[in-house]
Nanobody, 113 residues
Framework: VQLVESGGGLVQPGGSLRLSCAAS????????MSWYRQAPGKERELVTSISQTGGTTDYADSVKGRFTISRDNAKNTVYLQMNSLKPEDTAVYYC???????WGQGTQVTVSS
């Protein structure tokens, strides 16, 4: 199993970023995928998840209406579009196979003016 996150960076409040997670080593289309984040000094938290076909998504209340998860099973990739970013969104973001204890290296998102 390999999950490689990318797309993080420094953005001003109100800005947008699109994260990508390239998956390999397993049958991507069979698994629910998710994004987690961990802010400094805080526990890792589930941000959003998407079903195998992309038809069902769930979001933490803190990101609902601002973040959108999507997936492309042909490309074995899951995405996280983040809009209207706030300083409290600053964290390392990880994609994860839901229910499988494997973590990639994550990608840093910093929201600051």
């Amino acid at each position: 199993v390999q999950l490689v996150e990318s797309g993080g960076g420094l953005v001003q409040p109100g800005g947008s970023l699109r994260l990508s997670c390239a998956a390999s080593g397993f049958t991507f289309s069979r698994y629910v995928m998710s994004w987690y984040r961990q802010a400094p000094g805080k526990e890792r938290e589930l941000v959003t998840s998407i079903s195998q076909t992309g038809g069902t998504t769930d979001y933490a209340d803190s990101v609902k209406g601002r973040f959108t998860i999507s997936r492309d099973n042909a490309k074995n990739t899951v995405y996280l579009q983040m809009n209207s970013l706030k300083p409290e969104d600053t964290a390392v973001y990880y994609c994860k196979i839901l229910g499988i204890d494997y973590w990639g290296q994550g990608t840093q998102v910093t929201v600051s003016s």
